[in-house]
């Protein structure tokens, strides 16, 4: 009995290893800090842009297609 509890144990423990190991391994990396003084880093996201996120219901924007950027 008491080699069973060692047993299930220690699967407890490992799995609780491998988790801490996956959730260490999946994190965001460190961000530099950036110096006192320096610019933000310049951004050019359509959140930036100053138009609010699309709504699903909404009716269709009048995006002009000089907005869009050609992928190539």
Known sequence: MFSTLLVIGGLLVGLL???????????RPQTAARPAGSP???????ADAGRPHPDA????????TSEITAVR
């Open 17 to 27: 290893v491998l988790l801490a190991l996956i959730v260490s391994l999946s994190a």
């Open 40 to 46: 933000a880093p310049v951004r050019a996201w359509v």
């Open 57 to 64: 219901w909404s009716p269709l924007s009048t995006t002009s």
